[in-house]
């Protein structure tokens, strides 16, 4: 039962235009939403988060939408670079969880060509 | 300041051997959850630590055991390993009472059961 989806395996961009990287989940009951960044041979790197009460949240060039009545979260990168191209997770935490353990999706991994 | 750091990097062991991997949570952080991520996939949340008692479990069998210290590091250990243990051991750190705040993850040990 894969609670947090991301259906897109791969995503190639252009330097400089906007990446969106999507994900669905399941469980209304997630309240805590995070995006993680990898690079081979490293541990994930926290880009982003957004609680359930706001539907966005904006750092640098990293946005991230939340749409609780679609149960979908989408991170849009502006503009991209060469650099930015890595596997994305997007991860999720339940209001019940007090500790907050995180249900990943799949990743997606972005190519961002010069 | 230290972030989150996992040893061995690297661990080669054979089908029925047993495993211990170590993890010092950044500086700060009273909690350790450990994940497991195979290839191609997502971190699968294993379990929590906190308070040097394990409060909260994935789907992982017994064989997958853990520990805490009075320091906060943390150990993870697996027996009688099958191949299919084979996968990148993440150990993440966190804050037990901020509930909207990320983990922090490390770079993780990636073991390979022959």
């Known amino acids: 039962d894969q609670q947090v989806k991301q259906n897109s395996p791969s995503l190639s961009v252009q330097e400089g235009r906007i990446s969106i990287l999507n994900c669905d989940y399941t469980?209304?009951?997630?309240?805590?939403f995070l995006w993680y960044k990898k690079y081979p041979a490293e541990g994930p790197t926290f880009l982003i988060s957004?609680?359930?009460?706001?539907d966005k949240n904006e750092d640098g060039r990293f946005t991230v939408f939340l749409n609780k009545s679609a149960k979908h979260l989408s991170l849009h990168i502006v503009p991209s670079q060469p650099g930015d191209s890595a596997v994305y997770f997007c991860?999720?935490?339940?209001?019940?969880?007090?500790?907050?353990?995180?249900?990943f999706g799949q990743g997606t991994e972005l190519s961002v060509k010069p | 300041d230290a972030g989150v750091t996992q040893s061995p990097t690297h661990l080669i062991k054979t089908r029925g051997q047993q495993v211990t991997l170590r993890c010092s949570p950044k500086?700060?952080?009273?909690?350790v959850s450990w994940y497991q991520q195979a290839l191609g996939q997502g971190p699968q949340f294993i379990f929590q630590?906190?308070?040097?008692?394990?409060?909260q479990r994935g789907n992982f069998p017994d064989r997958f055991s853990g520990h805490q210290f009075p320091n906060y590091s943390s150990e993870l250990n697996v027996n009688a390993l099958l191949l299919g243990d084979s996968a990148l051991y993440l150990c993440?750190?966190?804050?037990?009472?901020?509930?909207?705040?990320?983990?922090?993850f490390g770079d993780g040990t990636r073991l390979s059961i022959l």
């Open positions: 469980n209304s009951m997630f309240d805590y």
């Open positions: 500086s700060g952080h009273d909690t």
């Open positions: 957004i609680s359930s009460i706001k």
């Open positions: 993440a750190s966190s804050l037990q009472d901020r509930r909207y705040q990320p983990q922090h």
């Open positions: 630590y906190y308070e040097e008692e394990e409060r």
């Open positions: 991860a999720a935490s339940a209001r019940d969880n007090q500790g907050g353990k995180l249900i």
